[in-house]
């Protein structure tokens, strides 16, 4: 009876080995997870981060003053809807974009959305071109003025955004903080060890610049036909470089020539700014917009009466009344920093009543995004006067300005 009994014990263990020799097992990736350790985590951050206090900024109390509600207050000029500039500080480029566009439109009729980033790629390669050729004297950064548009036209041309958006495939916001630190950190290097081979600096730039915005085109279609940014420039857009004047107010430089505008950003040191008198410069711009044409202006956002959650940027009285903003109070607070070249933006409209002026400003700031009107500033008269420094425009919306300046920088 034992016999038999360990005979069917070593049958089952041999079934046994030989069904498990038989099986085949499968694996499958699964997304790792330890919720209990997640949950260890968040106590010792709750723990160990100490509450911080509200951060509390001074603003201008709005309660009681009559501010516009409403994009269509306004007397618009026609322009493509507001984008975002994303994480980058190319305001300069998205401002003087939207402005070209609503000059093609006006020239041409044709609603056309150009890249941003196109020219964004090539103002930084001039920007490291001149970086080596100043042996590392010149201003190398994210910023820049409107009429940097104007060089980079001249040279390099401009493309449709469908030919080239600057983002990789999935990219929801421009983000240019990695890609600006990988180039400043090469350029120091440059800098340090004397490397000045603009071709090697400038290939190098340009392979950061492709790495994280792609190549730009140099052939593409648009409508149904091929084009380089050149021929672009010329048969669709008809924008001609030569018809646009820039130009600013500040009392240091002496009015009536041309002048310097001695910002960082005007990294190249464009000293072709036509200095005039405040009361010319807002004149001017309003007459302008008046008449059909947008202007670019670039100056400063910084004060209690800019407050983005009610699209509002006025200037309080307890800052200085109205009657007083002047020549002086400009120079006044450029010369002690309070104003400053904080931001470019468009002008698209105006409202105009018996005691009141407001400008419709185009914005590609975040801030722009926080009140009801996304993308989109309402300017007093006022703010414009006082805090906007410089400003660039079609020639014939200056018209008179021009031959002021002409007959007063002849008779000096």
């Not at 001074?58 to 994303?86: A, C, R, V, Y």
């Not at 081979?197 to 085109?217: A, C, D, F, H, K």
């Not at 509002?312 to 120079?331: F, K, L, N, T, W």
């Not at 014939?396 to 002021?404: G, M």
Request: glycine residues 6%.
């Amino acid at each position: 009876m034992k016999s038999v009994i360990r005979i069917f014990v070593a049958l089952c263990i041999m079934t046994l080995i030989i069904h498990a020799q038989d099986r085949r097992d499968k694996g499958i990736m699964t997304e790792y997870t330890n919720p209990f350790w997640d949950e260890i985590k968040k106590g010792i951050s709750e723990f160990e981060t100490k509450e911080k206090p509200k951060k509390l900024d001074f603003k201008m109390d709005f309660t009681g003053i009559e501010l516009p509600k409403k994009i269509d207050e306004f007397k618009q000029i026609w322009h493509n809807e507001p984008i975002s500039q994303g994480a980058t500080g190319t305001c300069w480029s998205f401002a003087a974009t939207s402005f070209f566009e609503s000059e093609i439109f006006r020239i041409t009729n044709r609603k056309l959305k150009l890249s941003e980033m196109y020219t964004v790629y090539w103002e930084y390669v001039e920007k490291a071109r001149r970086f080596v050729r100043q042996k590392g004297a010149s201003h190398f950064n994210e910023g820049s003025q409107a009429n940097a548009l104007k060089h980079v036209f001249e040279n390099y041309g401009c493309v449709p955004a469908s030919a080239y958006t600057g983002m990789k495939p999935g990219q929801k916001y421009h983000n240019h903080e990695k890609m600006f630190e990988e180039m400043n950190t090469y350029l120091n290097f440059v800098k340090k060890n004397c490397f000045w081979n603009e071709e090697v600096v400038l290939q190098t730039i340009r392979n950061i610049l492709n790495s994280y915005m792609g190549e730009p085109p140099t052939k593409f279609s648009f409508d149904g036909k091929e084009y380089t940014p050149q021929d672009f420039l010329k048969n669709v857009c008809k924008i001609n470089t030569n018809d646009y004047v820039d130009i600013m107010s500040l009392l240091q430089e002496g009015f009536w020539k041309k002048a310097l505008y001695d910002v960082p950003d005007n990294w190249w040191r464009c000293d072709t700014y036509l200095n005039v008198p405040v009361d010319d410069f807002i004149g001017t711009i309003k007459d302008a917009v008046r008449n059909g044409y947008s202007v670019t202006i670039g100056g400063d956002v910084s004060e209690s009466g800019y407050y983005s959650f009610k699209d509002v940027a006025m200037v309080p009285s307890y800052d200085i009344p109205s009657s007083y903003i002047d020549d002086y109070a400009r120079q006044f607070r450029f010369s002690n920093g309070t104003t400053g070249d904080d931001h470019g933006i468009h002008i698209v409209g105006i409202k105009e009543t018996a005691n009141d002026t407001w400008f419709l400003i185009k914005d590609s700031g975040s801030g722009a995004r926080n009140g009801e009107n996304k993308g989109y500033y309402f300017y007093h008269f006022d703010y414009v006067k006082l805090k906007m420094v410089n400003c660039m425009m079609h020639k014939e919306a200056a018209k008179k300005l021009l031959e002021k300046f002409d007959k007063n920088k002849t008779e000096k």
